[in-house]
């Protein structure tokens, strides 16, 4: 497949300042996980199919990317590349030989960020448990922004 759908979700609002551990130990809050919820139902309703889950294996990342998983009725893969660090390179490796036709990624900024810009071009910053949607060719690495939403906007009714 060259044409690949391609969505990356942040992870939701996690556990900080007041958190003691480790940062890449670090929870979704109870926050976190009600708009990752919201999102998710989103991604129900507006029809999105991808056909798997690759999260980060950070907790907050697995966290989110479990709530998308349970909406969506996918499985999930933890991916190490997606932990802190993912670019260009990351993403072809984790993309494989995969024929998949649309694929969910879960983690981090800035990272995320720093990869829509390097596909697309925009200029972006994709907010907690924010949704972006990427037309992406494979063969090229370049692509379409499609979507860029914030849990507010899929919050029910508010489009």
Same mark, same amino acid.
């Given at each position: 497949? @060259?044409?690949?759908?391609?969505f990356?979700?942040r ?5 900080w300042p007041?958190?003691?551990?480790s ?7 109870d !926050? ?6 919201? $999102?998710?139902?989103f /991604? $129900?309703?507006?029809?999105? &199919?991808? &056909? ?7 907790p907050? @990342? /697995?966290?989110t @990317? !479990?709530?998308a @998983?349970e909406?969506?009725r996918?499985?999930? !893969?933890?991916a ?7 670019? $260009?390179?990351?993403l ?10 649309s694929?969910? /990624?879960v983690?981090? !900024? ?8 390097k ?5 972006v910053?994709?907010?907690k ?5 990427i037309a992406?060719d494979?063969?090229k690495?370049?692509?379409q922004l ?8 899929? &919050?029910?009714?508010? $489009?």
């Amino acid at each position: 497949m @060259a044409k690949l759908d391609l969505f990356f979700l942040r992870h939701g609002l996690a556990d900080w300042p007041n958190w003691k551990g480790s940062d890449d130990d670090r929870p979704l809050t109870d !926050e976190g996980k009600m708009k990752t919820h919201r $999102v998710a139902s989103f /991604l $129900v309703d507006a029809g999105a &199919q991808p &056909q798997k889950i690759l999260t980060s294996p950070l907790p907050r @990342a /697995l966290q989110t @990317a !479990e709530i998308a @998983a349970e909406h969506l009725r996918l499985p999930l !893969e933890t991916a190490d590349g997606l932990a802190k660090g993912f670019d $260009v390179d990351h993403l072809k490796e984790i993309l494989g030989n995969d024929q998949l036709d649309s694929v969910m /990624l879960v983690g981090h !900024e800035p990272d995320f960020s720093r990869i829509i810009e390097k596909l697309t071009g925009g200029d972006v910053k994709l907010e907690k448990s924010g949704i972006a949607r990427i037309a992406l060719d494979r063969k090229k690495m370049t692509g379409q922004l499609r979507w860029l939403l914030t849990p507010t906007i899929c &919050q029910r009714g508010a $489009v």
